[in-house]
């Protein structure tokens, strides 16, 4: 492979690839590097933050709780709790930044954008974030019918409201609409029928899923031109009996993976291949190991997301916040997206949506701002949640840094030996139009970081 292609591979496949292990990987085989990124994301590493002190309160059944604790005292409790939502939001981020199971953490981050869903109570989400983990690499269906037991979006799609006296019908259409077949490929018919087969699933205090068996219709259903007492794991085989499931997925895997742009031809190829067995690891691989995967077409066209262009500047020079959770979160939010808080059930629309006036200039400097200190404007945006609102409320001057501390020896390790040109073709993947060039030559760094940090404010460097 050339290192454009491993290049190209790794920003698909994680977040990109340190020069000197860009150097290791140059004389193996497509297939090999490939093989090693999906044996090491094998690993199953659950995210958590410690939940020690909630442990009983999480826990005990409902009749218990309610004599333990008055309403109040559970309020602060869950109040408190809540917090801890942004704290598992800080430990995502930082897994995405080092991390040897790349593709697993890459997967897991894509699927969340697909499976969408918002909870503020810790354990639930924590559940529901490592259930995108545990099958980011697995069978679709097994997926998604683990997604439809989480608690957190059991509540979040109102399942939990969802009684056979009183249907609710959220969950069953954003199962079909967003979940597995889009818009077009099912009938309201469909939805109704379907959400009769999901009434009476909930889940108890501890996330666990059961079903209350007097709120469950038992009686027959007629979906997609099938009849029969289905309940909602029978809904989600007949789901999947329908290709248009499977180029549906595919289709997103494509936008996302490949180019924002479909090629048809290639999307009926991955779509035929996954339609076999709903086999997630052989949908990837089998896009991975593809030459029409490394085609000129497809790299370096892709805008780069928000915490992908976080964790592209981390490889290149590692970095901590001085003031983490604040500072983490605030450039979550400024550039639009927030992980674990997505703005509805649709998710990110992603690609050209991550740039607007407001965005763009953050990202061309955010290089600057985290590791040559740059000035930001912090009295530019909206009001924010918690303690994080009131830290900039008490600041009497609104313009800021963003202190990092900076790994300079992990940076020199990788850098130094490079020249300028090989610095140029490792961070910019994308065509360099003769403005930029000149721009390039004209720029005068006063060291290989200060360069770097250069090249990154370049739109180009937006692109992957």
Known sequence: MTAREIQHLYWRAGFGISPNALKALKSSTRH???????????????LEVDLSEYETFFTMGYKKFKELYSPEEAQKLQQKS????????????????????????????????????????????????????????????????????QASMCKYLNNKQNIKSNPNENFARELMELFTLGIGNYSETDIKEAARAFTGWNFK?????????????E???SFFSETGNFDGDDIIDIILKQKSCARYICSKIYTYFINPEINPTYLDEITDVFYKDYDIKKLM???????????PKNIGVKIKSPIELLAGIYQVVPFKFEKERQHMMYLQRIMGQTLLYPPNVAGWKGNQSWIDSNTLMVRLKLSAIILNNYVINLDTKGAFEDSFEEYYKTT????????????????????????????IDHLLLSRIDDDT?????????????DFCVQLMSLPEYQLC
């Open 285 to 295: 691989y089998y896009i991975f190991t593809t030459d029409w995967f490394y085609d």
């Open 396 to 423: 009497k001057d609104r313009k800021k840094f963003i202190n990092t501390s900076k790994n300079i020896e992990a940076f020199e390790f990788n850098y130094e030996a490079l020249d300028y040109k090989s610095i």
């Open 437 to 449: 060039f000149n721009l390039i030559n004209e720029l005068n760094p006063e060291s290989k970081l």
């Open 219 to 221: 009686g027959i259903k």
């Open 82 to 149: 809540n917090k801890l939502v942004r704290d598992l939001n800080i430990k995502w981020v930082k897994r995405l930044y080092d991390n040897e199971t790349l593709l697993r953490e890459k997967m897991t981050l894509f699927w969340a954008n697909v499976f969408v869903c918002r909870d503020n109570h810790i354990l639930h989400m924590q559940q529901y974030n490592n259930t995108l983990r545990e099958h980011a690499l697995g069978n679709f269906g097994d997926f998604t019918k683990a997604i439809a037991r």
């Open 205 to 217: 205090r501890d996330g666990s899923f059961f079903i209350r068996k007097y709120q469950h219709d």
């Open 32 to 46: 090999s590097i490939v093989s090693d990124l999906f044996k090491k994301s094998e690993n199953l590493i659950p």
